[in-house]
């Protein structure tokens, strides 16, 4: 794949606000690229907003939104939309994401709620997502979120998911940590599923921590370690797939930058490793 789609490169890490100033006092040389989320620092001014300025000055930068609400009933935002679009252009960044779910009906829900998996339902965000995209100017990512209910379920996950990227003619954020958890909430093969993901379609990955809440119910929490068949099912990914720009995602329980810093380039080995076997592969076809 043309390395020029991505739009990143190596292993990258969720700023969050108590980790500004650490990353303020010393240069951060082993995460690969940032992500934030722009609801977070839209409007911010004072000692947060100087630093972000300085930060995307000096590092890759990319976007991923929570209030978007792309499945949901109410009329899509588009006073925030258009902010949205000077906070990229401001700040030069030139990837925005968002959840393929809802979080708002006449007010916001502060949860991602799964859409119905309904041709209905393709056709309606498909429609949003291609609104966003004319608003913004740019192609958006969407991703695949966890879920505990599938109401009014008529397609699988994976073909809904697959029909809104072709009708709305987006990229996809591929959270593999979702993958995982989904597989065991609702009992199905994590490999086969990205298997049928079109790999052409994927701008970068997420990373994350669960919360065990029984052995076939997990809670997809980003505030603990990424764990072992995770870590498995993102080797499988680059195999796949190649390897791609991939985040860690880390929203509580925030230990310090320099054990974030252990996974990432837990991260970064696995794509030296899997970049490499690529390339000896691809010699030996």
């Excluded at 329980?253 to 837990?266: A, D, G, K, M, Y």
């Amino acid at each position: 794949m043309d390395k020029g789609f991505y739009p990143v490169q190596g292993a990258g890490l969720g700023l969050r606000r108590a980790l500004v100033r650490t990353v303020a006092d010393q240069p951060v040389n082993s995460v690969d690229f940032w992500e934030i989320a722009p609801e977070n620092w839209i409007g911010v001014g004072g000692f947060y907003g100087k630093k972000l300025h300085a930060f995307t000055e000096q590092y890759p930068f990319i976007c991923h939104g929570l209030s978007l609400s792309i499945g949901g009933p109410s009329p899509l935002d588009e006073a925030f939309l258009q902010r949205l679009k000077r906070f990229l252009r401001t700040h030069q960044i030139h990837c925005y994401s968002e959840h393929l779910s809802y979080c708002s009906d006449d007010g916001h829900l502060y949860d991602l709620l799964p859409i119905p998996f309904t041709e209905e339902a393709v056709h309606y965000v498909a429609g949003r997502i291609r609104r966003v995209q004319e608003i913004l100017d740019q192609r958006i990512a969407i991703e695949n979120v966890s879920y505990y209910a599938a109401p009014g379920q008529q397609m699988a996950e994976i073909e809904f998911l697959n029909a809104v990227l072709e009708e709305a003619d987006c990229d996809l954020l591929l959270d593999v940590n979702n993958t995982y958890v989904n597989s065991i909430n609702h009992r199905y093969d994590a490999e086969v599923f990205m298997q049928k993901i079109p790999a052409n379609r994927i701008r970068y990955m997420h990373i994350a921590g669960h919360y065990n809440e029984a052995a076939d119910l997990l809670i997809d929490t980003h505030g603990a370690d990424v764990i072992d068949p995770v870590w498995s099912l993102l080797e499988k990914s680059y195999q796949q797939f190649g390897v791609i720009p991939t985040l860690l995602e880390r929203d509580f329980n925030i230990p310090s930058l320099q054990t974030l810093e252990l996974e990432v380039n837990r991260i970064q080995k696995l794509q030296s490793k899997w970049r490499h076997q690529n390339h000896e592969h691809s010699q030996h076809a």
